[in-house]
């Protein structure tokens, strides 16, 4: 570990933190020369091998992510020209589709509607792994693609549990103001616990941690957030 870490490091003296005061603290503690990402990180008392335990979903932040979103678009027609007009960034069909096949991936997010789905999905295997295949249960997969464009322009994150049962969510920047990130959080956190799955027993969420990209990770006391919820 570098000094600046430890330094950081060293003011996490508390084994149990309230989301306003982690938002201030992570603030202090970052030390990189780049505006860095903070993020929310939960470990969820599921199990994600279970279909009906699946954790996922989308949020808008009240403050966005402070990062410029680049935004592509498969559709054809009338669906075309409101995408551009909503302003993504890349919008086309077959034109596009043989872009991305040829390892073109200069993008954030995609968006396709359903019934360009079916060339869409023949490249699974490139955009899966990627984090980049559009699908209903986040919006990416609509017919109301301007709506879309926008959400995400505004901030708008997704979110899935991993197979440890983990979510990580991007909430904002260490430039944003302690309240801003506050906000992003408390959005996140409601939104996850929304989606609680009905045949989840115990504790859902087991631990939550907020950190910056650099920065070490401060614990937050999750069940004050819950009980802030709404």
Known sequence: MGKKFEAAVEKVNKSIYAL??????????????????VELSLRLGVDPKRADQMVRGTTVLPHGTGKKIRI?????????????????DYVGHDDLLQKIQD?????????????????????????????????????????????????IRKGRVEYKVDKAGNIHVPVGKVSFQGE?????????????????????????????TLSSTMGPGVPLDSASIAKQMG
């Open 103 to 151: 390892g073109w991936l200069d993008f954030d997010s995609l968006i396709a509607t359903p019934d360009m789905m079916g060339a869409v999905g023949k490249m699974g295997k490139l955009l899966g792994p990627r984090g980049l295949m559009p699908n209903p249960k986040t919006g990416t997969v609509t017919f109301e693609v301007g709506k879309a464009v926008q959400e």
């Open 20 to 37: 306003d005061e982690a938002c201030h603290l992570i603030k202090e503690m970052a030390f990189a020369k780049f505006d860095e990402t």
């Open 72 to 88: 592509a678009v498969v559709a054809k027609g009338e669906k075309e020209q409101e995408a551009r007009e909503a302003g993504a």
């Open 180 to 208: 801003q990130i506050k906000d992003n959080a408390q959005s996140v956190f409601d939104s996850i616990l929304k989606a609680k799955p009905s045949s989840s027993k115990g504790k859902y969420i087991k631990s939550a």
